[in-house]
């Protein structure tokens, strides 16, 4: 089969791999039917995600058939259509009873990370049972593709953490596919006021398109003095960091009101400080985490129902054989306006 490989840093091909075969019965081999590039894999092209070895295949996300079941696999068997998790998780372990996936004795962010992923012709999921869901006949796959990583991101890591409530002010700062994620299920919960900040003039132009009340080009305004003049000086009462910069961070710690919440989804490679002499009085809560995608089954229904439309994240097409191209699209999203590229088998 073929599949995209990454070979170090700046490197990468569209090359011959063996199909993969059934490692464990709990394992089941999917057909990827479509599948889309991450943040996170540009992150590990660069060289940043050192568990990543040369000769891995990359992905995370997408959808696909079942080509085979193990035979401990019950809730699947050949032909089902599948949303893949980002997330593997064996349902079993300590912290998959806490419901915390992500931190799986035996899973976890393991797929296009420490085993290979799903930018590929096919993809063995372990723990089938609970690392995939099942797509009825007639739904729209393409939308689902974002419910394996970006959607239960920014809404677990984002909103939930963010405890983002009825008339709240919030700001999110990132406006890049997880921002916009959060963007999107933080109406869920009717915020007063969405504050978008970016450097980029036409992802602020969508995230005012998807509900954004404000936006702020931080690149040009002075974001810390455009919060507080919308918020009576007050700041808000959320602040999302998913950029993954200290600088970003940083602008949070500056922007949040007392009492209020700082919820980082942003992938940190650096330190960053933490502003104890202005926080320490001031009831703030920090929360940090991985997604679980203890959520996908909740917003899977948003998505079916037609609440949530995640296809309004969809930039770009390309046929799954052209994923380098996507690749080069998806590195100069400013220039291409991208968010999200689907690659279609
Ligand atoms: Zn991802
Ligand atoms: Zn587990």
């Given at each position: 089969m073929k599949a995209l490989v990454?070979?170090?840093?700046?490197n990468k091909s569209w090359e011959e791999k063996p199909k993969p075969v059934l490692k464990e019965q709990t394992d089941a081999i999917v057909k990827i039917l479509k599948t889309t590039i991450c943040g996170t894999d540009l992150h590990i092209m660069k060289g940043d995600v050192p568990t990543v070895a040369d000769g891995r295949i990359i992905g995370h996300e997408g959808v696909g058939i079942v080509e085979e079941a193990g035979?401990?696999?019950?809730n699947f068997k050949k032909g089902d259509h599948v949303l893949l998790s980002c997330i593997t998780s064996c349902g079993k372990c300590e912290y998959c009873k806490k419901a915390m996936y992500s931190h799986c004795?035996?899973?976890?962010?393991?797929?296009?990370?420490?085993i290979d992923g799903t930018q590929a012709e096919y993809v063995r999921i372990p723990y089938a049972d609970n690392s995939m869901y099942r797509i009825p006949a007639g739904a729209d796959e393409e939308a689902l593709?974002?419910?394996?990583?970006i959607l239960p991101t920014g809404f677990e890591c984002g909103v939930l953490n963010g405890q983002v409530k009825p008339g709240d002010t919030i700001a999110i700062i990132g406006a890049g596919p997880i921002g916009l994620a959060v963007l999107l299920t933080a109406q869920f919960f009717t915020p007063a006021a969405i504050i978008m900040i970016d450097q980029d003039e036409n992802r602020l132009a969508v995230a005012k398109s998807l509900g954004a009340t404000h936006t702020i080009n931080s690149a040009n305004e002075n974001a810390i003095e455009m919060v507080m003049s919308f918020t009576n000086k007050k700041g808000v009462d959320v602040a999302i960091e998913a950029v993954g910069v200290a600088a970003t961070f940083e602008l949070c710690e500056e922007i949040v009101t007392a009492g209020g919440h700082i919820a980082n989804i942003g992938v940190h490679g650096k330190s960053v400080t933490l502003h104890m002499e202005t926080l320490?009085?001031?009831?703030i809560t920090i929360t940090t985490r991985l997604v679980d995608t203890v959520t996908t089954p909740m917003l899977f229904k948003t998505v079916q129902s037609n609440?949530?439309?995640?296809?309004?994240l969809i930039t770009h097409h390309f046929k799954l054989d052209q994923v380098i191209e996507a690749y080069d699209t998806f590195e100069h999203a400013a220039n291409e306006k991208a968010l999200k590229v689907i690659l279609t088998a």
């Open positions: 990454y070979h170090g840093p700046g035979s401990s696999v019950t004795e035996k899973g976890g962010w393991i797929l296009g990370n420490l593709v974002m419910l394996s990583d320490w009085s001031r009831n609440k949530l439309d995640p296809k309004k």
